[in-house]
């Protein structure tokens, strides 16, 4: 897919995976989806939940470095600054040539790669992120959609990015 499509495909990925309400139980449950989906396929990821700036799940798998903990950290920076995917704003910011720094950013502090996706409630908007890192940002990216697509009983297919 080009960047435009794949632009295309994040944006009704943000509007679809959307929930009606969203609370500590509901990230938990989360949270543990990916962790499961992760240690069925044997994947070395950190997986993290932030609502508003409070961490209400963490998980690091096997494999896991302390810089995973590091580009959460910052891919999650993305999402509350955009309110947007981690994902898109990379793929935004390569279409128009730019770096995190032409909008005044830090790269040690954010970092515009697959991975963190927004957690929007209908009628409220972005009320945090669901970040997952240590796969290529394009897989982190595809693997917190499933985890979206499948809680909210989502057609994965008609969501996946190619």
């Known amino acids: 897919m080009s960047i435009d499509e794949d632009l295309i495909r994040i944006a009704e990925q943000e509007k679809a995976l959307s929930f009606d309400a969203f609370d500590l139980t509901t990230a938990w449950q989360l949270g543990k989806l990916l962790q499961e989906l992760a240690t069925e396929r044997g994947l070395g990821i950190a997986i993290d939940i932030t609502l508003h700036s409070m961490p209400v799940f ?6 896991v470095t302390p810089d995973n903990v590091n ?9 509350s600054r955009y309110f947007r995917s981690s994902y898109a704003s990379g793929l935004k910011l390569q279409k128009e040539g730019k770096k995190v720094e ?8 954010y970092a515009p790669h697959g991975g963190s996706f927004p957690i929007n409630v209908r009628g409220t908007g972005c009320i945090g992120a669901v970040t997952v890192s240590g796969l290529p940002q394009r ?3 595809n693997l917190a959609v499933e985890a979206l697509a499948l809680i909210l009983a989502k057609d994965l297919e008609s969501l996946r990015l190619a």
């Open 139 to 141: 897989d982190d990216h």
């Open 58 to 63: 963490y998980a690091a798998l096997p494999g």
């Open 102 to 109: 032409d909008n005044g950013l830090s790269p040690a502090d």
């Open 71 to 79: 580009w959460v950290r910052r891919k999650r920076n993305m999402v």
